[in-house]
């Protein structure tokens, strides 16, 4: 159980675009679902919290208008990235919370998006 | 300063041998530490998670030991295999927000045959 997908797996696109990246808790509910950004050989870096039914909670220094995050329901949390430039290429990692009926509270992991800007 | 510290950066060690990584936090007040197993281009994977009243924890070839007075923990991997060559990240969360994850850098570990 707690399984957290992620889609595309890998994209690339061109200066400019914009994309959308999709993370999805397949067998629980999360109200709340986070988004980090890895460069490599780096940790994961917060980039924002996503809250079902409300606007999302942004990181010091992370542009809300460059990122933006909408979580629509229970099970999807979705990451837009607007007008992608090159240095915007990174590996997106989302979690989902898990709350109900357990010990401690735990953060599932997607299995991330490499995002390659040309 | 990160509050989650991991040591050694990296390390290469024989299939077949253990290793042990280390991890030091100053994360106050303590709520859990967990350790994750990233694979190249994947997402973390849960290996154990400790609680301030557990000072070890198995999962399988991989043990977790918690000192929540010296805040310090280690991951020992036994008889390593080639699929174990993977980043360890430490993670503490706080009480006073224990959703808000503190990473350390992670160890990365090759396995060579």
């Known amino acids: 159980g707690a399984v957290v997908s992620q889609h595309p797996s890998r994209v690339i696109c061109k200066s400019g675009t914009s994309v959308k990246i999709e993370c999805r808790s397949l067998?629980?509910?999360?109200?709340?679902m986070f988004w980090y950004r890895q460069f490599p050989k780096k940790s994961l870096m917060l980039m924002a919290t996503?809250?079902?039914?409300?606007?999302?909670?942004?990181e010091q220094g992370v542009e809300k208008d460059k990122f933006l995050i909408n979580h629509a329901s229970l099970t999807l949390s979705t990451l837009t990235v607007t007008s992608a430039h090159p240095e915007d290429s990174s590996f997106y990692i989302c979690?989902?919370?898990?709350?109900?009926?357990?010990?401690?509270?735990?953060?599932?992991f997607g299995p991330g998006t490499r995002l390659t800007v040309l | 300063k990160n509050q989650v510290e991991q040591s050694p950066q990296s390390l290469i060690i024989l299939e077949g041998k253990n290793c042990t990584l280390q991890?030091?936090?100053?994360?106050?007040?303590?709520?859990?530490l967990r350790w994750y197993k990233q694979d190249t281009g994947r997402g973390p994977v849960s290996l154990t998670i400790?609680?301030?009243?557990?000072n070890t924890k198995s999962n399988g070839r991989y043990t977790a030991t918690l000192d929540a007075d010296t805040k310090q923990s280690s991951l020992h991997i036994t008889a390593s295999q080639l699929s174990d060559s993977a980043s360890y990240i430490c993670?503490?969360?706080?009480?006073?927000?224990?959703?808000?994850?503190?990473f350390g850098a992670g160890t990365t570990v090759t396995v060579r045959a």
């Open positions: 991890c030091n936090y100053t994360v106050s007040p303590f709520s859990n």
């Open positions: 979690s989902a919370y898990l709350t109900s009926g357990r010990t401690y509270n735990e953060q599932f």
């Open positions: 400790m609680t301030f009243s557990e």
């Open positions: 067998d629980f509910q999360a109200t709340t």
């Open positions: 996503s809250n079902e039914g409300s606007k999302a909670t942004y």
């Open positions: 993670v503490v969360s706080s009480k006073s927000n224990d959703y808000k994850l503190s």
